[in-house]
């Protein structure tokens, strides 16, 4: 079973709309984040938790909000859809802890496709 | 602040052939240096790491070796397959810091 999993693994969606994207982990990390792949673009961060109390804005987090429910779930929400929103978006999780390089464990991605 | 450069793709190889993606990067420090592979459909995963200078990580039959003095963090192997065909992300961590800053990403092609 995947470590990190994420739901849907895709959705298409209209302008306007509503939109959660769902993670869920077991590897027991405590830091998870949300990213957005666009092409040529690389990851960009849009949110990131160090606990379920910690919750900070990356780089791109205009249009989006999130919720740590638990140490294992972490959500990200589109208030009001766009097409500009239209990208690969990851989960992933770090554990600080145990190893200080930080490295990163992901999802396998949701597409969203906003008409 | 931190940022990471790599070669604009995309590469491509025909098998066995010697593979050379270049990255460099800007950061105040000692940072963690990470390749991460994203297979098609899939998410990213770590293909190798280092964490000061100096230091080869490696992994199947990759390799980059952590040079502090150019500032770079480049990835090779000796003889492509098929099966490497990916996008490859050059990223890294830095010391104390709280995110990982990835490059923008090189499409690697392998053909039979």
């Known amino acids: 079973d995947a470590d990190v999993t994420q739901t849907p693994r895709n959705r298409i969606t209209k302008t306007g709309k509503r939109i959660m994207l769902e993670c869920s982990q077991t590897?027991?990390?405590?830091?998870m984040y949300w990213y957005r792949q666009d092409p040529g673009l690389g990851l960009r961060l849009i949110y990131y938790?160090?606990?379920?109390?910690?919750?900070n804005k990356g780089e791109i987090s205009d249009g989006y909000s999130v919720s740590r429910q638990a140490q294992a779930k972490f959500s990200l929400s589109l208030e009001s859809a766009i097409p500009n929103q239209t990208a690969l978006y990851f989960c992933?999780?770090?554990?600080?802890?145990?190893?200080?390089?930080?490295?990163?464990?992901f999802g396998p991605g949701t597409r969203l496709t906003v008409l | 602040g931190d940022s990471v450069t790599q070669m604009e793709g995309p590469v491509t190889l025909s098998e066995e052939a010697f593979l050379t993606i270049n990255c460099t990067y800007t950061a105040t420090g000692y940072p963690s240096l990470f390749w991460y592979v994203q297979y098609p459909g899939e998410g990213l995963q770590l293909l190798l790491k280092a964490t000061k200078a100096d230091d080869k990580g490696s992994n199947k039959g990759f390799e980059a070796t952590y040079r502090k003095e150019t500032t770079s963090f480049h990835l090779e192997k000796g003889s492509v397959q098929v099966s490497d065909s990916a996008v490859y992300f050059c990223?890294?961590?830095?010391?104390?810091?709280?995110?990982?800053?990835f490059g923008a990403g090189t499409r690697l092609f392998v053909k039979a």
């Open positions: 590897k027991g990390h405590d830091r």
């Open positions: 990223a890294l961590s830095a010391a104390g810091g709280f995110k990982t800053i």
């Open positions: 938790s160090f606990d379920v109390k910690d919750i």
């Open positions: 992933a999780t770090s554990d600080r802890h145990r190893d200080n390089t930080d490295t990163q464990y």
